[in-house]
DNA sequence: TATGAATGAGTGTTCATTCAT
DNA sequence: AATGAATGAACACTCATTCAT
C-alpha cells in the first residue's frame, strides 16, 4: 500500500517533469499529466492540491538538494581556500544539475515569468543562494587583489552559465545537435565554466604578463 | 485614418511586449492585452491573425534586426581581423538587446520552450546565426592556436552572456537590484563578456604563463 | 441585434427563474440552464460574469421592483391615515408577489441560506425595507393605542404571510393541491391576511369586547 | 467502543446541523462535514450511507417528533374542546421547533426545494399533518359558526407562523436583531400566533361588534 | 473597417462515493 | 470496524476565435 501510494505520486511527478520541460508549465494541462502517467484526473489534485502544488513540490524539491550543497560547501568557508571552496562548489552544483537536468530547466524557466506564486517560494531560496555566493565572493576578494570584477556582474555571469544548458534543450539539440545527455558536452562545458573561475582571479595579471609578451 | 490605424496595432504591439514579458506568451489572454490596450477583443484577430501571429510579428521584427546586425557584420570578414569582429558584433548585439530588452525576453522565452508554434520560424534565423558564428570562429581559430575551446562551449557560453540579464528581469531585480534599465550595470557587464572572450583567445598562453610564475 | 441580444439574455434570465426555482440557485448548474435555455454555456458568463451574477441580476431585479412600491406608498404617509397605507402596500406587494412569484420563490429561499455572497446585497434592500415599515408601525402605533405588539413580531409575522406562498409551491401544490396560480386562492390569502391587519389594530377592544359578552 | 461508535455518529450529525443550517444541504459537502467533525471522509458513507442518508436521517428523526406530538393531541379529539386542542397542539409544536431549531431550519428549507430525494419521505409525514389539522379544523367549524376562513388559508398561515422563525435565522438575526436562542422573543411570538389562531373564531362577530361600536 | 455577440473546446478544481485493507 | 487511496463525473469558468453587421 505504502508502495503504491509511493509509486502513483511518484508516477505523477515523473510525468509533470516530462511534460513540464517540454511545453512549460502554463502549456501542460493536468488533464495531460494524468493521461499520460495513466492516473485520474483528481489524484494531482489529492496529493499536490492542485497543479500549482505540483510545480511548487518540484521547485522545493530541486531548491532544498541545491541549498544543501551551499550549505555544506559554505561551512568550510574558514577552513579551506575560498578559491577553491567556490571552484568545488560549481563542480558539485553542475553535477547536480545534471542529475536534475527536468527540474532545472522547470526552475530556470519558471523564474523566468514574474508574475507566478511560486516566485515567492523560489525568492526565499535564492536570497540564502545569493547570500553564499557574496560570502565566498567576499572571502575571494580579502585574499586576491586581482578580483576586480564587481559581485553583480560574476554572478550574473556564473549563473548564466549554470542555467543556460538547461534553458535551452530543444534550441542546444536541434541547432546545436547537443543531446540533453550528451556526457561528453557536459564535461568540456564544465571545464570551461572552471577556466573562466579561474581566469577571474589573476585576469589583471594575465593581462599585464600579456603585455609584457607582446611587447 | 491610416494614422489610428498604425497607432491602435502599435498600442496593441506594446501592451502584448509588456505582458508577455510579464507574464508570459501562455500566461497573458487577448482578453488581457485587450482590456490594457484599450481595443475591442477582435481587434487583435483583425490585425494579427490570432494570438499566436501576435507573438509571430514581435519575435520576427526582433530577428529580422539581429540578423541585420549579423549579416553586417558578417561582410567585413575577410577584411578585418575576425577577433575584432566578434568584438563588435558582440557590443552591438548586447546594444540591440537593450534597447529591444522587452523582446529579447520573450524571445528568450519562448525558446526555452519546445513546443512553441513559432520555433519553426526561430529554427531558421537561429541556423543563420548558428552559421554566422561559425564562420567567425573559424577564422578565428584559423589565425589563433590558443582557441582550443569546442566551437559548441564557446557558442553556449556566449549566448548565454548574451541572454540571461533578459530571461531572469524580476530574479535580478528582486535578489540582485539591479533594474533591467540600469546602465551601469550593463556597461559593466558588456565589459567583462568582452574581458570573456579576450580571454578566449590567448587562454592556454596564460595557463602556461601561470605554471612557468608559479615554477 | 439589440433585439437578438435581449431575446438571448432574456432567454438564460427565464430558464435560470425556471429552474432556480425548481431546484434551488446550488442545485441547478450552468450547464442545465445553457442546455435548457438553448445557449452556450459561456453565453452565460459573457452577460452576467458568471453564475453568482446571474442570481444576483435576479435579485436586483426582484428587489428594486419591490423598493419602488415601498417608497412610493411611504411618500404619501403623512398624508393619508397609516392604517389605510399599511393596507394598500401589504395589497399591492402581494400582488407584485403574485406577477413575480419565481423570483420570490428564488428570492426568500436564497435568504433562507447564511453564506451567499447575495447576502450582503440584499441587506441594503432589506434595511430600507425595515425601516419602510417601522415608519408606518410607529405612525400607526401613534394614533392608534389599541396596537400593542411589539414591533417585531408584527414584522415577522407579515413578512412571514407574505413569503410562505412562494417559499412551498411544491408543498402547497402535492399537499393542499394549491398551484401557484390559483388566482382564487391568493384572493382569499390577501383577504385573510388583511383581515388579519385589521385584527391588529383593535385586537385588545375586542377581547375586552368579548369578555363582556360572555359575562 | 460502542460509545465510540455512538459519539462519533453523533458528532457527525450534530456537524450536520450546523453546516446544513449554515449553508444549506447543497452548500455543505461531506468533505466539510468529515474536517469540522474531525472524522475520515468515508465514516459518513459508512454510518449513513451517503450525504443523502445524513440528510435523511436527520429529517426523519425530525419528523418522527413532530409526527409523535400531532398523534399525542388528536388522539384526545373527541374528550376535549377542539379549540383548546389546536391552541395546546401549536404551543407544543412551536416548543418543539424552539427546542429543534436546527432540524427545523434545515427541514423547512429543505422542502422549499421541488427536487429533493427526501421529498417522498417528507411527503408521508406531511399528508398526515394536514389530515390531522384538517380534523382539527373540522371539528371547530363544527361547532363554531364564525370560523369562515377556508383551511387552506388557515393553513397555509398557520404552518408560515410556524416555520418563518426558523427559515429566516440569519435576516432576523442581521435586520431585526432577533437571536435565534431569544427566549423573550419566542415567548412573545408564541402568544401573537395564539392570539391569531383565538381571532379566527370570533372574527366575524367582532366585526360586527366594531361596526355596532362605530354606529 | 471595426466590433459586440456568441461559441465550442478546454481549463483547474471539487464532488460523493467506492474499495482494498 | 474504520480508513486512506483513488476515482469518474460534474462543476463553474476562461479561452481564442468567428461572424454578421
Chains 1, 2, 3, 4 share one sequence.
Not at 543562494?129 to 575571494?140: C, G, K, P, S, V
Not at 586581482?146 to 556582474?153: D, Q
Not at 534553458?167 to 545537435?177: I, R
Request: hydrophobic share 40%.
Amino acid at each position: 500500500m505504502e508502495q503504491d501510494k509511493l509509486a502513483t505520486k511518484k508516477k505523477v511527478i515523473e510525468t509533470a517533469l516530462t511534460l513540464f520541460k517540454i511545453n512549460g508549465y502554463q502549456g501542460t494541462s493536468v488533464r495531460d499529466i494524468s493521461k499520460k502517467a495513466n492516473v485520474n484526473i483528481a489524484t494531482i489534485s489529492y496529493y499536490f492540491k492542485g497543479k500549482q502544488g505540483l510545480l511548487e513540490h518540484i521547485i522545493v524539491d530541486f531548491l532544498e538538494g541545491y541549498i544543501e550543497i551551499l550549505d555544506k560547501h559554505c561551512l568550510s568557508l574558514y577552513d579551506k581556500n575560498a578559491n577553491l571552496i567556490l571552484m568545488n562548489l560549481v563542480g558539485e552544483v553542475l553535477n547536480y544539475y545534471f542529475l536534475k537536468k527536468e527540474y532545472a530547466s522547470i526552475f530556470y524557466r519558471e523564474l523566468t515569468i514574474d508574475s507566478v506564486f511560486i516566485r515567492e517560494i523560489m525568492m526565499t531560496y535564492l536570497a540564502r543562494e545569493r547570500y553564499t555566493f557574496t560570502q565566498i565572493y567576499d572571502a575571494i576578494r580579502m585574499s586576491n587583489a586581482k578580483l576586480t570584477m564587481p559581485f553583480s556582474v560574476f554572478f550574473v555571469q556564473l549563473k548564466s552559465f549554470l542555467s543556460t544548458p538547461y534553458l535551452f534543450p530543444g534550441y542546444l539539440n536541434e541547432v546545436l545537435y547537443i543531446q540533453q545527455n550528451d556526457l561528453y558536452f557536459f564535461e568540456r562545458y564544465k571545464e570551461y565554466v572552471e577556466k573562466w573561475i579561474e581566469s577571474l582571479f589573476d585576469m589583471d595579471e594575465r593581462l599585464v604578463t600579456r603585455v609584457e609578451l607582446s611587447s
